[in-house]
């Protein structure tokens, strides 16, 4: 019988795809004496970034959905770019996510005395041989996908002979680069990956957790489905491009003597607009400074995410959304931006933050201060009231002031009257400007007393409602407004063009003379808010101090997601 697609545990589905259809139909053939047990297997060679968000989601979904299993194991077979910051970051963004790996915290390199164990065994079964062209007289030896390759000189050499010197090579008697160890399978196969492939090479680096023990490191291809094997692994889940290798990890596993057979299936890697998805590339923005680290709020990685004010959940959701499919696209990153901001309208309250000021005199304002009731949350009733002060100087929006108002534009003008947010009708009677520079520096207003809450008994109308702060209770902030990283959707995607040159040089806009409504003085760390028509912001962990919150802004207001869609429909 079909599975339901139940929530189980955390609030994370995984919605039909390919993949559940491979599980399910094994599930009811008794394969895998009913077991399910994925494995994510990042290299601790960079921060993880919303593509590897995707692969978590799935990895971890599919063992929390069909109640199985799903390991943490770290690739790290390239001691030369692996580092223990890297392991750490990976398992706090892994649990950030919401996700546990429970005791099943594994290392390739914990495994290096099986792969060479097993390496020795197919040399003895003449399945593997130690060859001495250098990388380029492999390459040439390896044909075309149009030709055939050549037999190395060294495929036939005695069984004892390769055993000796990949003895020799473990014992680091022989230098970088001068011998391989080569899988003996067949130089002619149409799956290039198949011309006797390396397994080892002679690498002779420290590796950060096995230090100076190995001059000789396995290669990917050799010590995934080994590794995967090892844990009994029952789907192995990777990206497309490595459905070449497919081939070969069936291979190795027929070769060797693991305890278990894995199966590795591949699904499409998450592309998003305007970004970058490559580790290679997100490391040299990080060392040339061109963003402020790997948790830098524009970044597409996790950490960044999360400073941003991202919530785990907004993710897993937007994983959900893009689906699972076996063919490579490009996802919006609005569509990201809708699932935020989905999550935080139900749950973010409104308050109101003025963040390019324009002072306004209400001239016939009398009182020290008057406190007026402001919804909490328009979408929750349960979120309540607070009181806001109105005084006799507010900040508005500049933008919701232009002295000659152009055609459409509703907002404040002279002699025009609007609504100010849960207080009274203005009227702009008079425009102060700067006599040396002509800037307009302050509006002087009147109110309408009658107006409290926002209506007019009289009935008559205005065309606009503007926030505002009053600029005598109103606390002074930084506001911090993000835009894409990079001016293209497809950053270095043309080869002719450095996407070091894509960058957006407005990617990050420091406001740092914005005013808050008091309540915000007292703003946590990581606490998330609704600026009234401004978009959804964040109380940076890291810059903010107690009583003095800097906010980041997640997303704006307008849904761009929508539009896209409705345009697609039409
Ligand atoms: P590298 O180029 O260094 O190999 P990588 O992005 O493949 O980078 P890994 O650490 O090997 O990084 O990836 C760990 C897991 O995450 C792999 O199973 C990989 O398939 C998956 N993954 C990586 N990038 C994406 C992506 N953009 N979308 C979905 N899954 C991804
Ligand atoms: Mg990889």
New binding site residues.
Partial sequence: MKKENEVIGLETKVPPNFIKNIIDKDLSEGKNDGRVHTR???????Y?????A???CL?FGLAIEYKGKCNLRF?DTNPETEDMEYVESIKSDVRWLGFDWEDRLYFASDYFDKFYEFAEHMITNGVAYVCELDEEEIREYRGTVKEPGKHSPYRDRPIEESLRLFREMRDGKHPNGSLTLRAKIDMAAANMKMRDPLIYRIRKVSHYRTGDKWPIYPMYDYAHPVSDALEGITHS???LE?DNNRELYDWFLEHTPVPYISHQYE?????LTYTI????RLLTLVEENRVDGWDDPRMPTISGLRRRGYTPSSIRAFAERIGVAKNDSIVDIALLEYCIREELNKTAERVMAVLRPLKVVITNFEEEVEYLEAINNPEDPEAGTRKIPFTKEIYIEQEDFQEVPQSKFFRLAPGREVRLRYAYFIKCEKVIKDENTGEIIELHCTYDKETRGGSAPDGRRVKATLHWVSATEGVKSTVRLYDHLFTVPDPGSDPNIDFLDQLNPTSLEVLDNCYLEPSLKEAKRGERYQFERQGYFFVDPIDSEDGKPVFNRIVTLKDTWAKIQKKSKA
């Fill in positions: 994510f297997p990042p290299e601790p060679n960079g993880l970034h919303i593509g590897h995707k692969s978590i990895n690739d889940i990777c990206t490595f699904f499409a890697r998450l592309n998805m490559s580790k290679r």
